[in-house]
């Protein structure tokens, strides 16, 4: 083998490991599907209770379903498991959600009334998932960082 193909050998033996052990796996797939059927259940509930903004527990009921139909497809061993649920649901359920924030909890006659259940939980659970974006992302990038510092490193070494 000639220098450039060692250089990648370890690369690619690396990607072609799983990233994650399986039984971490399977808990963040448990984890995920139960946040998925609170959603649907906390929307089906409170269907009724955010004059403010109606479309938050249907929001929460369309995310929770998807999110749950994307869990069984990651199950059908034919295909990648694409736990990607950012389509243009989430991102209007961000609008909705983040637009009416400080709802009136209290009032149910009131026009900016939104039953505080179901605000928050939406709330919390919308801002939970882009802190462990930005987590990820940031982790994502250290890890380019070093992988380039690293190979910098090695052909320097490879070189003397």
């Not at 609170?38 to 527990?57: E, F, M, R, V, W």
């Not at 061993?77 to 209007?92: D, L, N, R």
Request: charged share 10%; aromatic share 12%.
């Amino acid at each position: 083998m000639d220098g450039e193909s060692s250089f990648y050998t370890p690369l690619l033996q690396t990607i072609e490991e799983p990233p994650v052990s399986p039984a971490a796996s399977v808990c963040m797939k448990v984890l995920t599907s139960i946040l998925a059927i609170a959603s649907i259940t906390i929307g089906t509930i409170y269907l009724d209770s955010c004059t403010k903004q109606y479309l938050i527990p249907i929001y929460l009921i369309v995310s929770g379903s998807f999110t749950l139909f994307f869990m069984i497809l990651s199950l059908v061993p034919c295909g990648s498991s694409g736990e990607s649920s950012t389509g243009a649901a989430h991102k209007s359920g961000n609008v909705w959600i983040y637009s009416i924030y400080k709802p009136n909890y209290i009032d149910k006659s009131s026009s900016d009334y939104c039953d505080k259940t179901l605000y928050l939980f939406a709330f919390w659970l919308t801002t939970a998932i882009y802190i462990l974006l930005g987590i990820t992302l940031l982790l994502g990038c250290c890890a380019l960082l070093c992988a380039f510092i690293l190979s910098g490193s090695f052909l320097l070494r490879q070189r003397t």
